[in-house]
């Protein structure tokens, strides 16, 4: 089975799982292009499986933009998405942010739909969610830890041609784009800016403070949201 595959099968596993399986926490990662986002969600996803055997520890996924497209499309989840979400929005805030974008083109439809399936893996928990604005979707699930990433310009461009294969120019080039994009489909859909840092619980320079630190401290929120998840 392909990792395409292999992610579709554990969500149609999660949205089978009754109310006293979900709610578990989940982070989401917000990041200045090259500051490493992705290699934060593995480090994370590492110091979870070798600092607790809880079960709200165990079975942890990455969900970025690519894989959120490609749930949302699937024709298969269809059903049990929108089961799921006319259940939770009878009396949720949320429903007023889709109800604004329903009506208009085709990309805003998909964006939606995005949304929602983040919106639900947020519900469900276990995951790290890279960009698409999860912290703003899922920012009134209270088992979420929200982060974002910045680092020095000169570390980023260098991450960047090592993730490209590009020399300095079209690596900053593409920088540029990508954080231009990001900001504006935050502005265009959320009304907000990137980078206020009170949309965040932590906003972390990688500049002067290594990913592991940063894993770490995030495994300590997610212990924290985990009690009180059992506490009630």
Known sequence: MNPIELVKKYLRERLKLNPDQTGFPFVTISRESGAGGHTLAREILRQLERSTDADWARGWEVFDYRLCLLLA????????LD?????????????????????????????????????????????????RAGNLVTRDLRSGVHLRLVAPMPLRVKQMM?????????????????????????????NRDIANPLDFDCVWNLGAVNTAFVADATVRLLTEKAHRRRHG
């Open 73 to 80: 499309q699937d024709p298969e989840l269809n059903a049990p």
């Open 83 to 131: 089961s799921l979400l006319r259940e939770e929005y009878q009396s949720s805030f949320q429903q007023a942010l889709f109800d604004i974008l329903t009506g208009h083109d085709e990309q805003y439809k998909l964006h939606k739909r995005i949304f929602e399936v983040i919106r639900i893996l947020g519900m469900i928990g276990r995951v790290v969610i890279v960009g």
């Open 162 to 190: 090592e993730l490209m294969d590009a020399d300095e120019e079209t690596a900053r080039r593409e920088m540029e784009k990508q954080d231009r994009e990001r900001a504006e489909m935050v502005r265009d859909y959320f």
